[in-house]
């Protein structure tokens, strides 16, 4: 349902919080060579994200991503819509365009009512609470 780009901001966003915990800043090749993300794809989605203060940046030898604790309240649906768009959880299963109650696709009855639940809880959860449990689909850590 995500895609890549929500699911490399998040498992970012785990490793940045955590070392934020910490009071040390993350580098993005350290982020990349982690969840083996690609480092230029990474690089423009967290400059995104500090780009509207969902996350903090700071350049030079000592620098890196660091998150606020206001930051660290902000929660992941925020950072899925900022990525993709608010109507990501919108939008057909199917790629029907006129899908909806009135006009539904085969499977719309079927998904509406989970999918729902899904934006409920990207709302709840926020980037504070990737300090304990991110779920494994979204990261694959290299060995």
């Known amino acids: 349902m995500l895609s890549n780009i929500s699911k490399y901001a998040i498992s970012a966003l785990s490793l940045i919080a955590k070392n934020s915990d910490k009071g040390e800043k993350t580098k993005v090749g350290e982020i990349a060579e982690r969840f083996d993300i690609p480092q230029a794809f990474l690089s423009k989605i967290l400059q995104k994200l500090t780009k509207v203060d969902y996350l903090s940046s700071m350049k030079g030898p000592n620098g890196g991503f660091f998150l606020t604790d206001a930051q660290l309240n ?70």
């Open 74 to 143: 902000i929660s992941i649906l925020d950072i899925i819509i900022e990525l993709e768009g608010e109507d990501i959880f919108a939008t057909c299963m199917l790629r029907f365009e006129e899908c909806n109650n009135e006009n539904p696709c085969p499977i719309h009855h079927l998904i509406v009512r989970e999918k729902s639940q899904i934006n409920l809880r990207f709302k709840k959860l926020k980037i504070k609470d990737l300090l304990n449990n991110v779920p494994k689909e979204l990261v694959s850590v290299k060995e």
